[in-house]
């Protein structure tokens, strides 16, 4: 699928499944996004091989995260434009359901939330939330 493709729901040929136990998210990435960036999230991402984890579709203003392999909804996050020129998450939704997404730190859900977004759809380096998610994964492990 060319970069500039807009993924829409008909491409998973029906594959996708909602959110089954929603929880709304207490905090949400405070990251404000660009219209570039917001026109680029816009568009999608659809995994490409094995290794990519996650596939993003947005309806209207809201961003819908579903794991790959298994079509489970994980997050849904809304957006409004909240300057001119730019656009932050108002709003979000998480999955609670253990047999789907076994995580349930807050903290971990609004890290991971923005590093999909930052470097799956964006494609951009995001450093400093690797770092955070790496920290996070480790003090849930340990």
Known sequence: MPDDERVIRSMFAGRLQPIS???PMPSVPRRRWSDEDWARIQLGYCSRDMDDKWDVLVEGNVVFLYRSWTGYGIFEATFARVEEGSWRITEAVVER?????RNDDEE???VILELLLSNVVLGEAALELR???VELTRKASG
Do not use: G, L, S, T
């Open 21 to 23: 136990v929603r929880r």
């Open 97 to 101: 359901d253990q047999e789907r997404y």
């Open 108 to 110: 971990y859900d609004c």
């Open 131 to 133: 770092a955070k998610f």
